[in-house]
Protein backbone atom coordinates (compact mmCIF):
# COMPACT_ATOMS: atom_id res chain seq x y z
CA UNK A 1 0.00 0.00 0.00
CA UNK A 2 1.48 3.53 -1.57
CA UNK A 3 2.20 5.61 1.34
CA UNK A 4 2.95 9.52 1.16
CA UNK A 5 5.13 11.48 3.77
CA UNK A 6 5.34 14.75 3.81
CA UNK A 7 8.32 17.09 6.27
CA UNK A 8 7.85 19.19 7.93
CA UNK A 9 4.23 19.52 9.30
CA UNK A 10 4.42 23.26 9.59
CA UNK A 11 6.70 26.07 8.85
CA UNK A 12 6.58 29.75 9.72
CA UNK A 13 9.34 31.53 7.86
CA UNK A 14 9.79 35.61 7.03
CA UNK A 15 9.03 36.86 3.77
CA UNK A 16 11.85 37.09 1.00
CA UNK A 17 13.24 33.52 2.12
CA UNK A 18 14.26 30.56 -0.19
CA UNK A 19 12.28 27.02 1.08
CA UNK A 20 12.05 23.40 0.58
CA UNK A 21 9.06 21.12 1.04
CA UNK A 22 9.57 17.84 1.20
CA UNK A 23 7.56 14.59 0.21
CA UNK A 24 8.68 10.76 0.25
CA UNK A 25 6.30 7.93 -1.02
CA UNK A 26 7.04 4.26 -0.41
CA UNK A 27 6.20 2.28 -3.46
CA UNK A 28 8.13 4.01 -5.97
CA UNK A 29 6.03 2.41 -9.01
CA UNK A 30 4.35 5.66 -9.98
CA UNK A 31 2.98 7.26 -13.16
CA UNK A 32 3.28 10.59 -12.10
CA UNK A 33 3.73 12.80 -8.93
CA UNK A 34 1.93 16.11 -8.73
CA UNK A 35 1.91 19.32 -5.91
CA UNK A 36 -1.11 21.05 -4.85
CA UNK A 37 -1.65 23.81 -3.00
CA UNK A 38 -4.99 24.23 -0.70
CA UNK A 39 -6.20 27.67 0.82
CA UNK A 40 -8.00 27.33 4.23
CA UNK A 41 -11.74 25.66 3.00
CA UNK A 42 -10.95 25.68 0.00
CA UNK A 43 -10.59 22.81 -2.88
CA UNK A 44 -6.60 21.94 -4.43
CA UNK A 45 -4.91 24.15 -7.39
CA UNK A 46 -2.76 22.50 -8.91
CA UNK A 47 1.16 23.64 -8.78
CA UNK A 48 3.39 21.29 -11.10
CA UNK A 49 3.07 17.39 -12.59
CA UNK A 50 6.24 15.67 -12.92
CA UNK A 51 5.65 12.80 -15.23
CA UNK A 52 7.69 9.54 -13.40
CA UNK A 53 10.43 10.22 -16.17
CA UNK A 54 10.90 13.21 -15.36
CA UNK A 55 13.32 14.76 -12.85
CA UNK A 56 12.17 18.21 -12.74
CA UNK A 57 9.76 20.71 -13.47
CA UNK A 58 9.83 24.58 -12.88
CA UNK A 59 6.90 27.30 -12.35
CA UNK A 60 7.49 30.86 -11.80
CA UNK A 61 9.04 30.53 -8.54
CA UNK A 62 8.31 27.10 -7.90
CA UNK A 63 10.56 24.09 -8.74
CA UNK A 64 9.84 20.80 -8.08
CA UNK A 65 12.12 17.76 -8.21
CA UNK A 66 11.25 13.63 -8.31
CA UNK A 67 13.38 10.99 -7.49
CA UNK A 68 11.68 8.05 -8.04
CA UNK A 69 14.24 5.60 -7.25
CA UNK A 70 14.48 6.74 -3.76
CA UNK A 71 11.15 7.70 -3.46
CA UNK A 72 11.17 11.32 -2.67
CA UNK A 73 10.26 14.53 -4.39
CA UNK A 74 11.03 18.33 -3.20
CA UNK A 75 9.07 21.56 -3.92
CA UNK A 76 11.00 24.49 -3.82
CA UNK A 77 10.12 28.32 -3.23
CA UNK A 78 12.25 30.94 -3.91
CA UNK A 79 11.81 34.39 -2.90
CA UNK A 80 8.49 33.17 -0.36
CA UNK A 81 5.54 36.16 -0.33
CA UNK A 82 3.15 36.61 2.23
CA UNK A 83 0.76 35.24 -0.58
CA UNK A 84 2.33 31.83 -0.53
CA UNK A 85 0.84 30.95 2.51
CA UNK A 86 -1.06 27.63 2.44
CA UNK A 87 -1.06 24.00 2.75
CA UNK A 88 0.65 22.61 0.18
CA UNK A 89 -0.34 19.01 -0.54
CA UNK A 90 2.13 16.09 -2.28
CA UNK A 91 0.33 13.68 -4.41
CA UNK A 92 1.72 10.20 -6.43
CA UNK A 93 -0.54 8.41 -9.12
CA UNK A 94 -0.26 5.24 -9.11
CA UNK A 95 -4.35 3.34 -10.06
CA UNK A 96 -5.64 6.55 -8.58
CA UNK A 97 -3.51 9.62 -6.18
CA UNK A 98 -2.30 9.08 -2.74
CA UNK A 99 -1.95 11.84 -0.45
CA UNK A 100 0.47 13.33 2.07
CA UNK A 101 -0.91 15.13 4.91
CA UNK A 102 0.91 18.52 3.69
CA UNK A 103 2.98 21.02 5.18
CA UNK A 104 1.06 24.17 6.39
CA UNK A 105 3.08 26.95 5.18
CA UNK A 106 3.00 30.52 6.97
CA UNK A 107 5.20 33.50 5.49
CA UNK A 108 5.19 36.08 7.73
CA UNK A 109 5.34 39.74 6.31
CA UNK B 1 -5.89 24.31 -16.63
CA UNK B 2 -8.77 22.40 -17.03
CA UNK B 3 -12.14 23.67 -15.01
CA UNK B 4 -13.37 21.44 -12.47
CA UNK B 5 -16.87 23.05 -10.73
CA UNK B 6 -18.10 21.66 -7.56
CA UNK B 7 -21.89 23.01 -6.21
CA UNK B 8 -22.48 23.57 -3.52
CA UNK B 9 -19.64 25.08 -1.73
CA UNK B 10 -20.98 24.39 1.50
CA UNK B 11 -24.13 22.80 2.73
CA UNK B 12 -26.12 22.92 6.41
CA UNK B 13 -28.55 19.62 6.61
CA UNK B 14 -30.86 17.98 9.26
CA UNK B 15 -30.13 14.56 10.22
CA UNK B 16 -31.79 11.85 8.92
CA UNK B 17 -31.94 13.86 5.21
CA UNK B 18 -30.34 13.50 1.65
CA UNK B 19 -27.75 15.78 0.15
CA UNK B 20 -26.57 15.34 -3.46
CA UNK B 21 -23.12 17.55 -4.34
CA UNK B 22 -22.58 18.33 -8.40
CA UNK B 23 -19.20 17.92 -9.92
CA UNK B 24 -18.72 19.43 -13.82
CA UNK B 25 -15.62 19.17 -15.92
CA UNK B 26 -16.29 22.62 -17.82
CA UNK B 27 -13.98 22.31 -20.70
CA UNK B 28 -13.60 18.49 -21.04
CA UNK B 29 -14.89 15.32 -20.73
CA UNK B 30 -13.74 13.04 -18.10
CA UNK B 31 -15.16 9.30 -18.13
CA UNK B 32 -13.85 8.55 -14.49
CA UNK B 33 -14.13 11.51 -11.38
CA UNK B 34 -12.94 10.68 -8.16
CA UNK B 35 -14.55 11.77 -5.23
CA UNK B 36 -12.76 12.68 -1.57
CA UNK B 37 -13.09 13.08 1.67
CA UNK B 38 -11.17 15.48 4.47
CA UNK B 39 -11.35 15.65 7.72
CA UNK B 40 -9.90 19.01 9.32
CA UNK B 41 -6.21 19.00 9.38
CA UNK B 42 -6.04 15.42 7.44
CA UNK B 43 -5.29 14.65 4.00
CA UNK B 44 -7.67 13.22 1.42
CA UNK B 45 -9.26 10.15 1.17
CA UNK B 46 -10.14 8.42 -1.95
CA UNK B 47 -13.94 7.19 -1.22
CA UNK B 48 -14.94 6.33 -4.56
CA UNK B 49 -14.32 6.41 -8.23
CA UNK B 50 -17.14 7.46 -10.80
CA UNK B 51 -17.27 5.88 -13.74
CA UNK B 52 -18.99 7.41 -17.39
CA UNK B 53 -22.11 4.82 -17.57
CA UNK B 54 -21.11 1.93 -15.24
CA UNK B 55 -21.37 1.44 -11.35
CA UNK B 56 -18.66 3.45 -9.06
CA UNK B 57 -16.12 1.87 -7.71
CA UNK B 58 -15.68 2.45 -3.98
CA UNK B 59 -12.76 2.05 -1.56
CA UNK B 60 -12.71 -0.37 1.12
CA UNK B 61 -14.93 1.19 4.15
CA UNK B 62 -17.08 3.35 2.38
CA UNK B 63 -21.00 2.48 2.09
CA UNK B 64 -21.95 2.51 -1.40
CA UNK B 65 -25.70 2.62 -0.13
CA UNK B 66 -25.21 5.66 1.92
CA UNK B 67 -22.84 7.51 -0.75
CA UNK B 68 -24.72 7.12 -3.86
CA UNK B 69 -22.32 7.86 -6.57
CA UNK B 70 -23.96 8.90 -10.25
CA UNK B 71 -21.84 9.33 -13.19
CA UNK B 72 -24.67 10.16 -15.90
CA UNK B 73 -22.72 12.40 -18.86
CA UNK B 74 -19.03 12.81 -19.47
CA UNK B 75 -18.93 16.24 -17.79
CA UNK B 76 -20.94 15.76 -14.37
CA UNK B 77 -21.04 13.28 -11.45
CA UNK B 78 -23.14 13.24 -8.32
CA UNK B 79 -22.53 12.31 -5.12
CA UNK B 80 -25.52 11.51 -2.67
CA UNK B 81 -25.49 11.47 1.40
CA UNK B 82 -27.97 9.65 1.72
CA UNK B 83 -29.65 9.51 5.83
CA UNK B 84 -27.48 11.83 6.49
CA UNK B 85 -25.45 12.11 9.94
CA UNK B 86 -23.77 14.61 12.43
CA UNK B 87 -20.81 12.15 11.80
CA UNK B 88 -21.05 12.17 7.64
CA UNK B 89 -19.90 15.96 8.30
CA UNK B 90 -17.01 16.97 5.94
CA UNK B 91 -15.49 18.51 3.30
CA UNK B 92 -15.88 16.63 0.21
CA UNK B 93 -14.00 17.50 -3.29
CA UNK B 94 -14.22 15.53 -6.75
CA UNK B 95 -11.64 15.27 -9.37
CA UNK B 96 -11.13 14.62 -12.90
CA UNK B 97 -8.65 14.86 -14.92
CA UNK B 98 -8.74 15.42 -19.13
CA UNK B 99 -6.50 12.87 -20.55
CA UNK B 100 -5.52 9.12 -20.11
CA UNK B 101 -4.69 9.19 -15.86
CA UNK B 102 -1.30 8.54 -15.66
CA UNK B 103 -0.39 11.23 -18.19
CA UNK B 104 -2.52 13.43 -16.85
CA UNK B 105 -2.70 16.32 -14.10
CA UNK B 106 -5.77 15.90 -11.81
CA UNK B 107 -7.98 18.99 -11.54
CA UNK B 108 -10.12 19.79 -8.46
CA UNK B 109 -13.31 21.31 -7.59
CA UNK B 110 -13.78 23.76 -5.37
CA UNK B 111 -15.02 21.40 -2.23
CA UNK B 112 -18.24 21.07 -0.68
CA UNK B 113 -18.48 21.78 3.26
CA UNK B 114 -21.45 19.46 4.51
CA UNK B 115 -22.51 20.10 7.88
CA UNK B 116 -25.04 17.63 9.49
CA UNK B 117 -26.89 19.22 12.39
Known amino acids: KQEVTQIPAALSVPEGENLVLNCSFT??????LQWFRQDPGKGLTSLLL?????REQTSGRLNASLDKSSGRSTLYIAASQPGDSATYLCAVRTDGLTFGKGTHLIIQP | GAVVSQHPSWVICKSGTSVKIECRSL??????MFWYRQFPKQSLMLMATSNEGSKATYEQGVEKDKFLINHASLTLSTLTVTSAHPEDSSFYIC?????????????FGQGTRLTVV
Open chain 2, 95 to 107: SASPGPLMNTEAF
Open chain 1, 50 to 54: IQSSQ
Open chain 1, 27 to 32: DSAIYN
Open chain 2, 27 to 32: DFQATT
